[in-house]
């Protein structure tokens, strides 16, 4: 059980690349979302998913994408890099269904992207 | 606009000590309040996490207390030690809103010997 695994874990972008940050997890979990976490900001929500083909936005939604085809994997795309996308990005997934608590987030170890 | 706002920043305590962490929030619908673990270079854990009904919850040395007309809250660990050193994320979320938890910003806790 590798729980929730993301890659890459490094990746440096110049301004106007593409790519896609991704996004597994193996705990059949419903709920998966990506945050991403600046010094001083805490963690922010992105995007988010309730299951596949569900997606919403979260607090700060521009300037990347996602969708969900499977349970299992919940990628992000950024589609034209900029720096103010340089950040450390996770993703998390719970399930409605955790006897420890509503919603126990577990968490991706993290992507750390910089945009040049 | 913060909806979750956490204090301090950062916190030096010595070995034994006790360290405490306060946040306050906003929006008086959130009914569920995690605190998130972060050591460097990983992905936060949960750590302990009360409902508003409740005022005081104890987990081992960790201890949220709950204010709910002050719409505040607070991690205690108690006798700090070197392996709590990390960063101590507050969290707040609506339970029938999937996945989106509001996180405070953050306090870097150093526990010194």
């Known amino acids: 059980n590798a729980g929730v695994t993301q890659t890459p874990k490094f990746q440096v972008l110049k301004t106007g690349q593409s790519m896609t940050l991704q996004c597994a997890q193996d705990?059949?979990?419903?709920?998966m979302s990506w945050y991403r976490q600046d010094p001083g900001m805490g963690l922010r929500l992105i995007h988010y998913s309730v299951g596949a083909g569900i997606t919403d936005q979260g607090e700060v939604p521009n300037g990347y994408n996602v969708s969900r085809s499977t349970t299992e994997d919940f990628p992000l795309r950024l589609l034209s890099a900029a720096p103010s996308q340089t950040s450390v990005y996770f993703c998390?997934?719970?399930?409605?269904?955790?006897?420890?608590?509503?919603?126990?987030?577990?968490f991706g170890p993290g992507t750390r992207l910089t945009v040049t | 606009q913060q909806q979750v706002k956490q204090s301090p920043q950062s916190l030096i305590v010595q070995k034994g000590g006790i360290s405490i962490i306060n946040c306050a929030y906003e929006n008086t619908a959130f009914d569920y309040f995690p605190w998130y673990q972060q050591f460097p270079g990983k992905g936060p854990a949960l750590l302990i996490a009360?409902?508003?009904?409740?005022s005081e919850k104890k987990e081992g040395r960790f201890t949220i207390s709950f204010n709910k007309s002050a719409k505040q809250f607070s991690l205690h660990i108690m006798d700090s030690q070197p392996g709590d050193s990390a960063t101590y994320f507050c969290?707040?979320?609506?339970?029938?809103?999937?996945?989106?938890?509001?996180f405070g910003t953050g306090t870097r806790l150093q526990v010194t010997l």
């Open positions: 705990m059949n979990h419903e709920y």
């Open positions: 969290a707040a979320i609506l339970t029938g809103t999937a996945s989106k938890l509001t």
């Open positions: 998390a997934s719970s399930s409605a269904r955790d006897t420890r608590g509503p919603l126990e987030q577990y």
């Open positions: 009360i409902r508003p009904d409740v």
